[in-house]
């Protein structure tokens, strides 16, 4: 699956800042999704509550150039189906 850099950072901008639980294929996480550098960085990071399970990247949006999206040791695979598929819970 291949999701432009773009919409990521739109989709990761329209989640809560800070800690929020959100829930991805039946299991609930903690997620923590924060801006950096004027917005030109945004990390998340979300662990499985209750679980073993964990999701972690930095997104780079440069001024000039394109947005790289930086997977923490996991396939990038994993980030965008979390990043699709998670619900900020209500």
């Given at each position: 699956m291949q999701l432009p850099a773009h919409t990521m950072q739109a989709r990761l901008a329209a989640w809560p800042q800070g800690?929020?639980?959100a829930?991805?294929?039946g299991r609930r996480y903690g997620v923590t999704n924060s801006s950096h550098l004027d917005g030109?960085?945004?990390k998340?990071?979300?662990?499985?509550l209750g679980g073993t399970d964990f999701v972690?990247?930095?997104l780079y949006l440069p001024t000039s150039g394109s947005p790289t999206?930086?997977?923490c040791e996991m396939p990038v695979e994993k980030v965008i189906a979390f990043i699709t598929g998670a619900v900020p819970a209500t």
């Open positions: 800690y929020f639980v829930d991805y294929q030109r960085s945004r998340l990071y979300a662990e499985e972690s990247l930095n999206l930086r997977p």
